[in-house]
């Protein structure tokens, strides 16, 4: 929906592949084919109808992408894709491109977890190599015993990484052209509850070394994988060293806040990366912004924040149909606001968080 309103801005037309009759994003594009995303004579029909080809889910089978590019212009490909979808290459392409990353090792039954965390030790997170996201398909091990409640997992492929005490969290937003120009956005800092972003702060205020840190693991992936699109890179921070979690090949929640804080917004710059327009200025344009995820638990309160119309608040609904416990149905972005209102504001429109 954002990346099409987007589009719109800059002159384009969108067809939309998606699944979900009326989807946010059919909502307002030109047309929509409802249709999976292995979908293969669908896809074929959407590419024959586009000039550009784009995706913005990280689901979508990569062996589709790496077969289509051949004919149509897509410009991501399919590598972002395949990196982004298993643990392990995706750990292994961030240590190729220089990128530190914690103690992990591959598990695929019950000897392997017990040689792992021998090798390991605890305490350390034992996370299905695929499909898991929100802390879905992960779990914690602290101790021995905790090997038992692992047994679930173990039907999948699945990666034991060492846990990381961090500090906190970063994400940085990292945009590269088929011209190969590169921006970034003000790196934000990440704040979760239950496994699921919760709010992302600017300015976060990072250590000058952190934030050089940062900006060179975002670049050296995107050069060293030579992806062309937007992609979300989340960072551990420990003291003044910089570890890898995961990246994202799209834009990301974390970077929602770019849409009314940022001279030129993740999703515009997405596509200014792909049809190859210079991209713009990323540099915030105000104080502060701080975005709040909108799950389906918070649904009301969003609608209440809605109407009072606050000022400098800016409220997002994706047009979801149905408002489920955890499923993110929005978001809310405060410009100018610092963290304390920001907290008491959220505390009493939704009172669940």
């Known amino acids: 929906m954002m990346m099409t309103e987007a589009a719109h801005d800059l002159g384009f037309k969108v067809v939309v592949l998606d699944p979900t009759p009326n989807s946010s994003c059919g909502q307002i594009?030109?047309?929509?084919?409802?249709?999976?995303y292995g979908d293969i004579a669908?896809?074929?029909?959407?590419?024959?109808?586009?000039?550009?080809?784009?995706?913005?889910?990280?689901n979508v089978p990569y062996q589709v992408i790496e077969n289509f590019q051949k004919d149509y212009n897509i410009p991501q490909g399919f590598k972002p894709l395949y990196f982004s979808q298993h643990r392990i290459r995706e750990k292994c392409a961030a240590e190729q491109a220089g990128v530190l990353c914690g103690?992990?090792?591959?598990?695929?039954?019950?000897?392997d977890l017990e040689t792992a965390v021998r090798e390991i030790g605890f305490p350390?997170?034992?996370?299905?190599?695929?499909?898991?996201?929100?802390?879905?398909?992960?779990?914690?091990?602290?101790?021995e015993t905790d090997l038992n409640d692992a047994v679930p997992?173990?039907?999948?492929?699945?990666?034991?990484?060492?846990f990381i005490p961090f500090d906190y969290e970063i994400s940085v937003i990292v945009t590269r052209s088929i011209t190969g120009e590169?921006?970034?956005?003000?790196?934000?800092?990440?704040?979760?509850?239950?496994?699921?972003?919760?709010?992302?702060?600017?300015?976060?205020?990072?250590?000058?070394?952190?934030?050089?840190?940062?900006?060179?693991?975002?670049?050296?992936?995107?050069?060293?994988?030579?992806?062309?699109?937007?992609?979300?890179?989340?960072?551990?921070?420990?003291?003044?060293?910089v570890y890898f979690n995961e990246m994202a090949p799209r834009p990301h929640n974390s970077?929602?806040?770019s849409i009314e804080a940022c001279h030129t917004s993740q999703f515009e710059q997405h596509i200014r990366a792909i049809t190859g327009m210079p991209l713009g200025n990323t540099a915030l344009k105000c104080r502060s912004a701080i975005m709040v995820n909108v799950l389906g638990q918070h649904y009301e309160g969003m609608q209440r924040l809605k109407q009072e119309c606050r000022p400098q608040v800016y409220v997002h609904d994706y047009g979801k149909g149905e408002a489920r416990r955890n499923r993110k149905m929005g978001h809310v972005t405060f410009i100018d606001y610092d963290l304390e209102t920001v907290e008491n504001m959220v505390e009493n429109y939704f009172e669940a968080v």
Do not use: W
Request: charge should be negative; charged fraction near 25%.
């Open 255 to 257: 970077g929602h806040y």
């Open 182 to 241: 590169m921006t970034l956005m003000p790196t934000g800092k990440n704040i979760h509850k239950d496994n699921i972003l919760f709010m992302t702060v600017h300015p976060s205020h990072l250590p000058p070394v952190v934030e050089k840190k940062a900006s060179e693991i975002a670049q050296n992936i995107m050069n060293n994988l030579d992806i062309v699109g937007t992609m979300a890179i989340e960072l551990f921070v420990v003291g003044d060293e």
């Open 103 to 111: 103690n992990y090792r591959a598990v695929n039954n019950r000897n």
């Open 153 to 162: 997992l173990l039907a999948h492929e699945c990666i034991l990484e060492k």
């Open 29 to 36: 594009a030109e047309k929509q084919i409802i249709a999976e």
């Open 124 to 143: 350390c997170v034992l996370k299905t190599c695929s499909g898991g996201y929100d802390g879905k398909g992960q779990l914690v091990l602290k101790r």
């Open 42 to 58: 669908q896809i074929e029909t959407l590419c024959r109808q586009s000039d550009v080809v784009t995706y913005e889910f990280e």
